[in-house]
Nanobody
């Protein structure tokens, strides 16, 4: 059973930075593509970004490109989402997700495992 636990959410002001972490309980973490998604009430879960198993390739939604950075530490079974220049519209519940795959997936339905989410609130 693969379990994901996010942390690092909170209340920040517009323009601030915040770093989310997602620790994954599996012996084969380095074989997983990891994604970050976010969701606001009444809306579908939307793709934020993803990183391949080795950390050599990332992709981002246009809304966060240049402001957010995904990285991973395969020795710590952890993936990170560094968020900068935060905007009120970044306010959401942020989820990390995992799929046993050697490239990148950008669609939520492709992911097999999900964390419980961590709330990020950006005040104006």
């Amino acid at each position: 059973q693969v379990q994901l636990v996010e942390s690092g959410g909170g209340l920040v002001q517009a323009g601030d930075s915040l770093k989310l972490s997602c620790r994954v309980s599996t012996r084969t973490f380095k074989m997983y593509c990891m994604g970050w998604f976010r969701q606001t009430p009444g809306k579908d879960r939307e793709f934020v970004g993803a990183i391949n198993w080795s950390g050599t390739r990332t992709t981002y939604d246009d809304s966060v490109k240049g402001r957010f950075t995904i990285s991973r530490d395969n020795t710590q079974n952890t993936v990170y989402l560094q968020m900068g220049a935060l905007k009120p519209e970044d306010t959401a519940l942020y989820y990390c997700a995992a799929i046993y795959y050697d490239d990148i997936k950008t669609v939520a339905s492709a992911y097999d495992y999900w964390g419980q989410g961590t709330q990020v609130t950006v005040s104006s």
